[in-house]
C-alpha cells in the first residue's frame, strides 16, 4: 500500500517504521512546524528514513497529498484533513482516536475516561469526515483501566500499542482487496468533552 501519514510524536513516528517493517511504501508524511530548533519525532523519523516530509499546520490541504497515495493515515494528529486531501488517496483518510467512539469525542479522550472513573476503555480506528472524530467506525479495541493509571500510563501500556495494532489490520485488509466501509456511529451514544483542564473542572458538578 502506498500510504500518507499526518501526525506527531511517539504514534505518528512507531507508525512510520510499522508501515515499512510491514513492507507499504510511505509516500509521504506531515507533521507540525519545529518548536524552536526542537522537531517533531515523525519529523525527525521521516527525514532519518529517507521519506519526504512536509510540515502543517492547522490544515492537510489537496496538494499536500501525493499523486497515487492509496490511503492517509492520520497518527496523533492535530490538523483538520479537508475533503479534497481525503480525496486524494484512493481509500480516503483513517483516523484513531484512543477512546470508544461515539464515546469522548475531542481531543482529552483518556483524561476524561479516566476522571469518569471509568473501568474499561479503548481505541477506535474510523474512517475520517468533516466533524470531530464522527466518521464510520472501522474496528475497535478495548482494556482495562487499572487502579492509579494517569493518562501517559494508559496511553504508553495499551492504547498507543492498540493503535498501531488496528492500523496494521486495516492496511492487511485493504492490500488484500478488502473494503472498509464502517459502520456509523451511534449519535445517542455519542459525548463530546472540552479540552481538560483545572478550570473547566472546578465548573462540573460532583
Do not use: N
Not at 490538523?79 to 483518510?93: L, P, Q, S, T, V
Not at 479522550?109 to 471509568?118: C, F, T
Not at 486495516?170 to 456511529?185: F, K, S, T, V
Amino acid at each position: 500500500m502506498r500510504v500518507m501519514i499526518v501526525g506527531q510524536k511517539w504514534l505518528g513516528a512507531e507508525l512510520l517504521r510499522q508501515c515499512i517493517a510491514e513492507g507499504h511504501q510511505v509516500v509521504a508524511a506531515a507533521a507540525p512546524p519545529a518548536v524552536g530548533e526542537e522537531y517533531d519525532r515523525l519529523y525527525a523519523a521521516a527525514q532519518q528514513l529517507g521519506v519526504p516530509v512536509r510540515t502543517v499546520r492547522g490544515r492537510l490541504v489537496a496538494r499536500d497529498v501525493p499523486a497515487g497515495c492509496d490511503v492517509l493515515l492520520a497518527a496523533h494528529a492535530h490538523c483538520f484533513i479537508d475533503g479534497a486531501a481525503r480525496a486524494r488517496a484512493k481509500h480516503g483518510a483513517l483516523g484513531y482516536h484512543p477512546s470508544l467512539l461515539p464515546r469522548h469525542r475531542g481531543r482529552d479522550a483518556i483524561r476524561w475516561a479516566l476522571h469518569m472513573r471509568e473501568p474499561v476503555t479503548g481505541g477506535t480506528l474510523y474512517r475520517m469526515d468533516d466533524g470531530a472524530d464522527t466518521g464510520p467506525i472501522i474496528v475497535q479495541g478495548w482494556c482495562h483501566v487499572r487502579p492509579g493509571d494517569t493518562p501517559a500510563a494508559l496511553w504508553r501500556r495499551d492504547l498507543a500499542p492498540l493503535g498501531l495494532r488496528l492500523f496494521s489490520e486495516a492496511l492487511a485488509r485493504l492490500a488484500r482487496g478488502e473494503a472498509l466501509p464502517g459502520r456509523p456511529q451511534d449519535e445517542d451514544l455519542a459525548t463530546w468533552e472540552p479540552a481538560f483542564s483545572a478550570a473547566k473542572l472546578a465548573e462540573l458538578p460532583g
